[in-house]
């Protein structure tokens, strides 16, 4: 058929999400040294909070994907829509089609290739989208419209359906058709400002803007599915990397509002009293004192100096934000005289709040962390075990879950064209 491009269709991971109870997880081995909570694919999950809800993804890169995730770890049918010949842009970022990147955006879904360029293609993604609750898309303004799935498009084929549009600075004024990428975002918003020495920028080792902005579509979505409920009408969700990074910044800019003075990255350590120091093997650490006076003087205590209490410089939260530099000085001086592992230790006998600067390898070899169980391994059919970071929120008696691995290019193209049929019923 043209337009379409069918793929052999996944084996399925796990039994019906309706008929799933909670998950059960046992510790896996990696090269002996790392381990993994394993989604079993023989235990029941309970239904999840969105079981029910289906949702079109017409989106790449982070914000729409990432969106998207977040509904489907709920249990939301998400089903990928993607240009068949090279997919996702994040597919081509590793050899293979299947890397990291994209694996750690895309779980949880199906994946559809469709040209929507052609007539047929486009005539399939209407077919999903009358039988969708969700569409999800982060082209530039315009773009869809031009596709022919613009938003008063969509509507036409769906009254109920709740449309999420983002962008890089949103459908209007005078930016709106600038391209719009993480950094970019960070930077126009404010936010690297409160992240970065300002006299030795540096651009951030993570896609902040990106992700903020898909949560705050997520937000949006959750927010017009409920309100969807009630009235029965869908609506158009809004968003973009400027406007969600802005509204990130609530607490930073209601202070800059009050006073009339620019934050910077520094601003925030003194008045929450946050230090980062080195020990004298060299290994990062930090410590957050925040407001009550009982963490500074069990800190005096904990470095063998509580006269530091009655200081006059420091008696008060006021005093040590006024004298942060100087205090600062005095506990690096003092922590630079022994290792970290024993200073983390002797202030958590004192009861300050305090934790090492972990990489990633250590945050994952951390017991809590492995208590929580965040990192998940999922076997995909075809390409073996993923491993993947766990969702970050639990609810008791609808579990969010790793129900499926990310999946192939086209990978449930048949599948789902399948149920596009006369006569079959919509998952």
């Known amino acids: 058929m043209p337009g379409l491009r069918r793929a052999p269709p996944g084996r399925r ?35 999840g909070a969105l079981t029910g809800v289906r949702v079109v993804e017409v989106a790449q890169y982070v914000t729409g994907p990432y969106a998207a995730m977040l509904l489907a770890d709920m249990g939301a049918d998400v089903v990928k829509v993607e240009e068949p010949e090279r997919g996702d842009p994040f597919r081509g970022w590793e050899e293979g089609g299947y890397g990291a990147t994209f694996r750690g955006l895309n779980r949880n879904k199906r994946s559809v290739a469709l040209d929507l360029k052609d007539p047929a293609g ?4 209407r077919q999903l989208v009358e039988r969708a609750h969700v569409l999800i898309e982060n082209h530039r303004p315009g773009v869809a419209d031009r596709l022919g799935f613009g938003y008063e498009d969509a509507r036409g084929w769906n009254p109920q359906l709740v449309y999420c549009a983002i962008s890089g600075f949103g459908s209007h004024g005078p930016y709106r058709d600038r391209p719009g990428y993480d950094t970019v975002g960070q930077a126009m918003s404010g936010l690297l400002s409160l992240l970065t020495d300002l006299d030795d920028p540096r651009p951030m080792g993570i896609s902040i803007a990106d992700h903020l902005t898909g949560i705050f579509a997520c937000y949006g979505i959750l927010g017009a ?3 969807r409920r009630r009235s029965g009408e869908g609506q158009r969700v809004e968003t973009s990397l400027l406007q969600a990074c802005t509204a990130f910044l609530g607490e930073n800019a209601a202070r800059y509002f009050a006073s009339g003075d620019v934050p910077t990255r520094e601003t925030r350590t003194r008045i929450a009293q946050v230090y980062a120091f080195r020990a004298s093997d060299g290994l990062p650490f930090v410590v957050h004192l925040s407001s009550p006076q009982k963490f500074f003087e069990s800190l005096a205590g904990a470095i063998g100096r509580p006269e530091l209490a009655q200081d006059e410089r420091f008696r008060s939260r006021t005093d040590r934000v006024a004298h942060h530099r100087e ?5 690096a001086d003092a922590f630079v005289t022994a290792p970290r592992a024993e200073w983390l230790a002797r202030l958590e006998r004192h009861d300050v709040p305090c934790a090492p600067l972990n990489t990633l390898a250590e945050a994952f070899a951390d017991p809590q962390v492995s208590e929580l169980g965040m990192r998940a391994r999922i076997t995909h059919p075809e390409r073996g075990d993923v491993d993947l970071v766990a969702p970050g929120v639990t609810l008791e008696k609808t579990p969010l879950a790793i129900r499926r691995a990310p999946p192939t290019l086209g990978e449930h193209t048949a599948e789902v064209l399948d149920e596009l049929k006369p006569g079959q019923r919509a998952r």
Do not use: N, T
């Open 327 to 331: 205090l600062r000085a005095i506990l």
């Open 13 to 47: 991971l796990l039994s019906d999400p309706r008929r799933r109870r909670h998950p059960a997880r046992h510790r896996a081995r990696d090269g002996g040294a790392r381990a993994a909570a394993r989604v079993s694919e023989d235990v029941a999950i309970a239904p």
């Open 225 to 227: 599915l409920v309100a």
């Open 122 to 125: 486009l005539g399939a993604l």
